[in-house]
């Protein structure tokens, strides 16, 4: 499985960002792909995942309201929409997938991970 993001950059707070992931060498179609993220001297959380077969989604407390994640089948990319973005959420932010639904793959994580790219928001 091959994972590519794009995307990231710097914004200031309040704007909008758009994340793509695009994905690869899948063999079967009961898999999720989600985005993570990690800061410095922090954690890694599960930001928000989706099932590609049946769209289910998975979002974060902390961007509830905020983010929205969607799937392309035919293009094999998953987006993930910020808005309102806030300093917290600066990150780097990785692509990941795995076998399963959206809400194990946030919380306890994905099998393939893709190379993280950067967000920073800072006015």
Do not use: H
Not at 1 to 15: F, H, Y
Not at 41 to 57: F, H, L, M
Not at 93 to 113: F, L, N
């Amino acid at each position: 499985v091959q994972l590519q993001a794009s995307g990231g950059g710097l914004v200031q707070p309040g704007n909008s960002l758009r994340l793509s992931c695009a994905a690869s060498g899948f063999t079967r179609d009961d898999y999720a792909v989600g985005w993570f993220r990690q800061a410095p001297g922090k954690e890694r959380e599960g930001v928000s995942c989706i099932n590609i077969s049946d769209g289910d989604t998975y979002y974060a407390d902390s961007v509830k309201g905020r983010f929205t994640i969607s799937r392309d089948k035919a293009k094999n990319t998953v987006d993930l929409q910020m808005n309102n973005l806030k300093a917290e959420d600066t990150a780097v932010y990785y692509c990941a997938a795995g076998v399963g639904g959206s809400y194990d793959g946030c919380v306890y994580g994905m099998d393939d991970w893709g190379k993280g790219t950067l967000v920073t928001v800072s006015s």
